[in-house]
């Protein structure tokens, strides 16, 4: 019940090309849930997060999604560029006030150019 | 202004051996949580801390334990280690419990 699950596992778009990426959860206790993006060798950066009220959120080219009834959200990366291509991970927590973050498997995003 | 550091980059390490990461939180950040991350998979949570107490704990043995120091930063020490443990092993820090967390570049162990 504390699993986040995230697909696809690769995806490959042409520049310019809206990836989407898509996660699910089953806690109905989840209320926030950030997305990540990380490079190789570095740590994961924070792209955006969304919380239950809501069921959109826009910053700059990326979207997510939430879908509070069927607890999917997604991540939408409007007119892909090459220097997009990462790994990104979706996550959720319970905000009780130690936000121990449950992330997905990961999804490794190619951008071609 | 630094985000999260991570110290040291690299570090291999023999099986039996111990083990300790260090982590300097971003400016004004209080709290502090460790993550393992395993080749081609996404972070695990192992521990919290805030306070200088750990707060909230993931799925890890007792071999894992941390500390958190009065100027916020803090220490993660693995005892006994195991091929297993191989992992970059990543420190977030947050405003407060309630905050984002801004992950640092991580530590990569190597365990032979």
């Known amino acids: 019940q504390q699993q986040v699950k995230q697909s696809p596992q690769s995806l490959i778009v042409q520049k310019g090309g809206i990836p989407i990426i898509n996660c699910a959860y089953e806690?109905?206790?989840?209320?926030?849930f950030p997305w990540y993006q990380q490079f190789p060798g570095k740590g994961p950066a924070l792209l955006i997060a969304?919380?239950?009220?809501?069921s959109e959120k826009k910053e700059g080219r990326f979207t997510i999604s939430f879908n509070k009834s069927a607890k999917q959200f997604s991540l939408h990366i409007m007119d892909s560029q090459p220097g997009d291509s990462a790994t990104y991970f979706c996550?959720?927590?319970?905000?009780?006030?130690?936000?121990?973050?449950?992330f997905g498997t990961g999804t490794r995003l190619l951008v071609s150019p | 202004d630094a985000g999260v550091t991570q110290s040291p980059t690299h570090l291999i390490k023999t099986r039996g051996q111990q083990v300790t990461l260090r982590c300097s939180p971003k400016?004004?950040?209080?709290?502090v949580s460790w993550y393992q991350q395993a080749l081609g998979q996404g972070p695990q949570f192992i521990f919290q801390?805030?306070?200088?107490?750990?707060?909230q704990r993931g799925n890890f043995p007792d071999r894992f334990s941390g500390h958190q120091f009065p100027n916020y930063s803090s220490e993660l020490n693995v005892n006994a280690l195991l091929l297993g443990d191989s992992a970059l092993y990543l420190c977030a820090s947050s405003l407060d419990r309630y905050h984002e967390q801004y992950f640092g570049p991580g530590t990569r162990l190597t365990v032979t």
């Open positions: 996550a959720a927590s319970m905000n009780t006030g130690f936000q121990k973050l449950v």
């Open positions: 969304i919380r239950p009220d809501v």
């Open positions: 400016s004004g950040h209080d709290t």
């Open positions: 801390y805030y306070e200088e107490e750990e707060r």
């Open positions: 806690n109905t206790a989840f209320d926030y």
